[in-house]
């Protein structure tokens, strides 16, 4: 089980650390057109936090585990995924964007095995 969470926490930080920079680094603007439509009411500060946000979850998935400074980040790392992938699905359901339900669904359960398994069972 140790293998499978780390993949997934590998997985989940891959993820994350792509769509945490894509939101921190573009302009809202080029995030719309790039079929982000859900961002063209939201203020650019709230998109650069989401992706710092996505970023700092990503790093603290695997950086911890790896260098053994702090382990505890990692199910809270996990944790933060979680709540950031339930306000997506919030997001998403309100602007009737259901296609991103599953996808974004599909991330929160990874993000929650991870944060199972790393502060139970399997802790670090």
Do not use: C, D, Q
Not at 31 to 51: C, D, F, H, Q, R
Not at 79 to 103: K, Q, S
Request: hydrophobic content about 65%.
């Amino acid at each position: 089980m140790n293998v499978v969470l780390w993949g997934v926490a590998g997985l989940l930080a891959a993820v994350f650390l792509h769509a945490g920079a894509t939101k921190a680094l573009r302009s809202r603007e080029k995030l719309v057109a790039s079929g982000m439509g859900w961002y063209e009411n939201w203020p650019p500060v709230a998109i650069k936090t989401v992706g710092v946000l996505e970023l700092l979850a990503a790093i603290g998935l695997v950086l911890p585990a790896v260098t053994g400074i702090a382990p505890v980040l990692v199910p809270l790392a996990a944790t933060g995924l979680v709540a950031v992938m339930a306000g997506a699905v919030v997001v998403h359901t309100r602007r009737a964007e259901f296609a991103w339900l599953a996808p974004n669904a599909v991330l929160l359960l990874l993000a929650a095995v991870v944060a199972w398994g790393r502060f139970g069972p399997h802790a670090l």
